[in-house]
């Protein structure tokens, strides 16, 4: 298994509904980062949480970290179509050091019907 | 402005080619990276380089060469292209901070197609 994996890989709802997606990871962290990759596009960065965070907010999004469980999940309230993307997770780590490596999951693909 | 921009968008090339792809950061960062997603978009970590110093090298065949010739570039040269090497290669830069990693920035990425 790969150190962050996400799930489910794809997921389908409609405009107005929320989306949960999951993360989990197998080495400690100093941080877990959200990422949205549009079609065609780079990623961009949605937002982070620390190890010792359980919860951040940042406008429609949700984010919450369990580090006894080794797992986040990222909530999107509200959904838009254009929140139509895929979403990664990357941990870095292990706790305590500085090396500089992000590992990133394998994203779920959401797509949110008008 | 264009935070971090990659040339070129497409490249499509015959097996056996060498070919390059250039990245440019103009954010001021001290680290940066390249990564390859896979048709699958998996995304694995290729290269790192802090202040023009190569941090990480992740097992990625010697015919790749990354080259930065000050931190605000780093370049991709690639040899003897084989089918395999056909994907969406992204340049990304970010800060080190104390505790982890920041936050990183993503390049459009650069699509390789080798036929």
């Known amino acids: 298994s790969q150190q962050g994996e996400e799930d489910p890989q794809a997921l389908s709802i409609q405009e107005g509904e929320n989306a949960t997606m999951n993360c989990s990871y197998k080495?400690?962290?100093?941080?877990l980062q959200w990422y949205r990759q549009n079609s065609g596009r780079g990623l961009v960065h949605l937002i982070l949480i620390r190890s010792n965070e359980r919860e951040k907010h940042s406008g429609r999004l949700r984010v919450t970290l369990d580090t006894s469980k080794k797992s986040s999940s990222l909530l999107i309230t509200a959904s838009r179509a254009a929140d139509t993307a895929s979403y990664f997770c990357?941990?870095?780590?292990?706790?305590?050091?500085?090396?500089?490596?992000?590992?990133f999951g394998d994203g779920t693909t959401l797509t949110v019907k008008p | 402005d264009t935070a971090v921009s990659q040339t070129p968008k497409y490249l499509v090339t015959q097996m056996g080619n060498d070919k390059s792809i250039k990245c440019e950061q103009n954010l001021g960062h001290d680290t940066m990276y390249w990564y390859k997603q896979d048709s699958k978009k998996f995304l694995k970590i290729m290269f790192s380089y802090n202040n023009k110093e190569l941090i990480i090298n992740e097992t990625v065949p010697n015919r790749f060469s990354p080259k930065s010739p000050d931190k605000a570039h780093l370049n991709l040269h690639i040899n003897s292209l084989e089918l395999g090497d056909s994907a969406v290669y992204f340049c990304?830069?970010?800060?080190?901070?104390?505790?982890?990693?920041?936050?990183?920035?993503f390049g459009p990425g650069t699509r390789l197609l080798v036929l």
């Open positions: 990304a830069s970010s800060t080190r901070t104390v505790g982890g990693m920041g936050t990183q920035y």
């Open positions: 080495t400690s962290i100093n941080n």
């Open positions: 990357a941990t870095d780590g292990p706790r305590n050091t500085n090396a500089g490596k992000s590992t």
